[in-house]
């Protein structure tokens, strides 16, 4: 069964480059394989951020696509996203999740990391 | 982009209670719905997908209907294990929307 775990910095200062890893075990990452990152504010609801699908193609929220990049390497069987320019905003608990997919369109997320809380603050 | 809206925004049920949860989307979303559950400090778990099929191991107790922009989340007999924030999320073009919330209490 798939098992994903995020990691990176806890805390980010405003203006910095908040990146996150998601380590995926249990499981071989293939090309034709659906991934995203979803984060949920304190006190709030979950808010998508974005995805990458096939190794190459990528969906981005639209309010986040200016400073969002999410990637993808095969060989250490891991997705990552890089968020620039951060704002206290963007304080949330980050959610990394295998997204079902085929060759017709991609569909709910089926997997979910523990998910990792990332502050930004001086 | 599409709206998800979702009522209430809290819920305060007993045990063995049927509870409903509503969700309304600003556009037809053809069917492209799915429900999580969270609990406090865990990771949201799939429910239901294509707004009425049940997750692998989720208990029968659990439902989801509708179609075109309105859709149900029932809990048919509530549980101890079932107190927690459900969201619901479509899925039919990007970007991908969640709802709000509705976090179901112990009255």
């Known amino acids: 069964q798939v098992q994903l775990q995020e990691s990176g910095p806890r805390l980010v200062k405003p203006s910095e480059t908040l990146s996150l890893t998601c380590s995926v075990s249990?499981?071989?990452?293939?090309?034709?394989?659906?991934w995203g990152w979803i984060r949920r504010p304190p006190g709030k609801g979950l808010e998508w951020i974005g995805g990458?699908?096939?190794?190459?193609?990528?969906q981005y929220n639209p309010s986040l696509k200016s400073r969002l990049t999410i990637s993808l390497d095969r060989s250490k069987n891991e997705f990552s996203l890089r968020l620039s320019s951060v704002t206290a905003a963007d304080t949330a608990f980050y959610y990394c999740a295998r997204q079902s997919c085929d060759s017709l369109g991609t569909y709910h997320f089926a997997s979910w990391g523990q998910g990792t809380l990332v502050t930004v603050s001086s | 982009d599409i709206q998800m809206t979702q009522s209430p925004s809290t819920l305060s049920a007993s045990v063995g209670d049927r509870v409903t949860i509503t969700c309304r989307a600003s556009q037809v979303i053809n069917g492209w719905l799915a429900w999580y559950q969270q609990k406090p400090g865990k990771a949201p778990k799939l429910l239901i997908y294509k707004a009425s099929s049940l997750e692998s191991g989720v208990p029968s107790r659990f439902s989801g209907s509708g179609s075109g922009t309105e859709f149900t989340l029932t809990i048919s007999s509530l549980q101890p294990d079932d107190f927690a924030t459900y969201y619901c999320q479509q899925y039919h073009i990007y970007p991908l929307a969640f709802g709000g919330g509705t976090k179901v209490e112990i009255k």
């Open positions: 990458i699908f096939r190794s190459a193609n990528t």
């Open positions: 249990g499981y071989s990452v293939r090309s034709d394989d659906c």
